[in-house]
């Protein structure tokens, strides 16, 4: 009996550990909502905001959603036990249990709110507990078991970054974060969608309504266009309200048409019921983490050349 503990406890190595707390966190979604924080410094600063200010605002940043995430892992582990894409996580494969999720979620919560009040200002710490609330309570618990919209009002807690990120500068709130969180907002729904219109049977599988699972190819296409084309609209609204120059327009309006190239590409696929549907849609997936990215740096290099 000693041996097997012995034998058992030595398979468990700390940096798997290490490793499996990290997963709880998501990065990858992490580094999509820190691309959206630092821009906006940037344009708040009107240049190179501190650099103390960017590190702090990033910690705590990656705190904040690493603890709402972490959070969304622990409701969302019997889902994730379903759906293959997902059911390598930490707490569908046991690596963690859901008590020492909780308390790491909460202590990284803890952690978030402490270096971004202490590191930049008490209203984006606020803004960002605010928007982890939204996630965990409103999203997570409520809305993406009950309609086929979670993603649209859900997607919500995703576009507070340009918020917190302008009032770690500014202190306080504007028109151009404001701008850029719309821009979010409705560049959620057809990079989500496209991702669910590949992975529609877990989505099934688990109960979760997911629009490509309660409608049509089509009609989710037709969406995804719709939600693309008003995304490039407002991303250049930017313009006006913040004066820039040449390069975010240009970038925002280059970007912008091959973000509806694809977006086109796979309504057209899906109305005429061709094969290539679901690839269509991982593509326009993952140019839409790029567009995202590029439109961000524009916001950030802009005001350093002009």
Not at 247 to 262: D, I, M, Q, R, T
Request: glycine content about 6%.
């Amino acid at each position: 009996m000693a041996v097997h503990s012995v034998a058992t406890s030595a398979e468990v190595r700390p940096m798997d550990v290490v490793k499996a707390y990290v997963a709880l966190t998501k990065p990858r979604i992490i580094e999509l909502l820190l691309v959206t924080t630092v821009p906006a410094m940037f344009l708040a600063a009107g240049g190179l905001p501190p650099w103390q200010l960017i590190l702090w605002t990033m910690i705590g940043g990656m705190f904040a959603a690493g603890s709402a995430n972490t959070f969304n892992c622990v409701l969302d582990a019997d889902i994730d036990e379903v759906m293959r894409r997902t059911r390598r996580r930490p707490v569908p494969r046991h690596q963690i249990s859901t008590r020492n999720a909780l308390i790491f979620g909460i202590v990284l919560g803890v952690l978030a709110t402490l270096v971004l009040g202490f590191g930049a200002n008490w209203l984006s710490a606020i803004l960002a507990l605010a928007a982890n609330a939204f996630y965990v309570f409103v999203y997570t618990m409520w809305l993406k078991r009950r309609t086929s919209q979670n993603i649209v009002w859900g997607g919500i807690a995703g576009c507070f970054p340009p918020l917190i990120g302008w009032t770690a500068v500014t202190g306080s709130v504007a028109w151009p974060p404001f701008i850029l969180f719309a821009v979010v907002f409705l560049w959620t729904p057809p990079h989500t969608w496209a991702l669910a219109f590949r992975y529609k049977e877990d989505y099934a599988a688990a109960e979760v309504p997911m629009l490509p699972v309660v409608s049509t190819a089509p009609q989710v296409a037709a969406q995804i266009f719709w939600y693309s084309l008003a995304t490039v609209v407002v991303s250049l609204l930017l313009w006006p309200v913040t004066p820039t120059g040449w390069l975010y327009p240009l970038v925002a309006a280059l970007s912008g048409g091959l973000f509806l190239w694809e977006a086109v590409q796979l309504w057209r696929r899906a109305r005429a019921g061709l094969e290539g549907a679901q690839l269509k849609a991982m593509k326009l997936f993952h140019y839409s983490n790029t567009y995202l990215a590029i439109l961000f740096l524009a916001v950030a290099v802009d005001p350093l050349i002009f």
